[in-house]
């Protein structure tokens, strides 16, 4: 299984207890309002499609979702977000973009930055790794819901690109632009996805091992702590007892 993969895996386990916290409240909300900017009807909408689906996934109040999409659209104040990705290596040469939406981009990159020099890693220049990834639409469908051979049939049929999973999750790539029929076509199935975004796929792989995978981790752990991430990319590949360690 890819490294992209088995870090989605451990990120979906990770969702879970953020909800809990009410971490990943703030960070939905902003993804609301970013998308709510194209459009704030969800059915000609794919991305605030999903983030209501987000938001609903972690029972967020019907009246939050609504306020987040007025403030997106303009109808109430205090929607002015600044959608940015950072670039950046990390401990053995892993390349990182780390995607945040902030009221204060000054102050954000100055956070960014401190976090990258702190966990053995640097902020690179734009364009520097960004080209080591490709824009795929992303959904993951817990493992238990359909077998590969369903999945296989609904995914392919909209215009789905590849299906990857394991006994706990299936993770479905796409084009960008399939994302919207791939996404109606799994919810008329009945299966309504764990995750389900536009995310940066790595194109290879670099393999971590020993101090590097552990520095790697503490990094990934540290940017995704950031209250202005919205989501942290990287073409690490780590064995699975170390990814373990970090759900613990």
């Known amino acids: 299984m890819s490294g992209h993969s088995k870090w989605a895996t451990i ?17 939905i909300i902003k993804e609301i309002q970013i998308a709510a900017r194209s459009g704030g009807d969800p059915d000609g909408n794919p991305r605030l499609r999903t983030a209501i689906l987000a ?19 303009g109808e109430l104040e205090g929607g002015q977000i600044e959608e940015v990705m950072f670039e950046g290596y990390g401990p053995g040469g892993a390349a990182v973009l780390v995607n945040v939406a902030t009221d204060n981009r000054n102050r954000t990159v100055a956070d960014i930055r401190h976090v990258f020099s702190k966990n053995g890693g640097n902020m690179a220049e734009q364009g520097a790794v960004a080209w080591m990834f490709e824009r795929k639409s992303h959904i993951v469908i817990e493992g238990g819901k359909a077998t590969e051979d369903e999945l296989m049939a609904i995914v392919l049929d909209a215009g789905a690109d590849d299906l990857r999973g394991d006994a706990e999750h299936w993770e479905v790539l796409s084009a960008p632009e399939a994302h919207d029929a791939v996404l109606k076509a799994l919810e008329a199935a009945g299966l309504h996805p764990a995750e389900a975004s536009i995310a940066m796929v790595p194109k290879n792989l670099v393999r971590l091992e020993g101090k590097a995978a552990g520095s790697m981790l503490r990094l990934s752990e540290a940017l995704e702590e950031h209250e202005d991430v919205q989501n942290v990319y990287s073409n690490f590949d780590i064995d699975e007892k170390d990814l373990e360690a970090l759900a613990q």
Do not use: C, E, Y
């Open 11 to 27: 990120k979906h386990k990770k969702a879970a207890l953020d909800a809990k916290r009410g971490k990943s409240f703030t960070r």
């Open 55 to 73: 938001a609903k996934a972690v029972s967020m109040p019907s009246d939050n979702i609504k306020k987040a999409i007025m403030r997106g659209t």
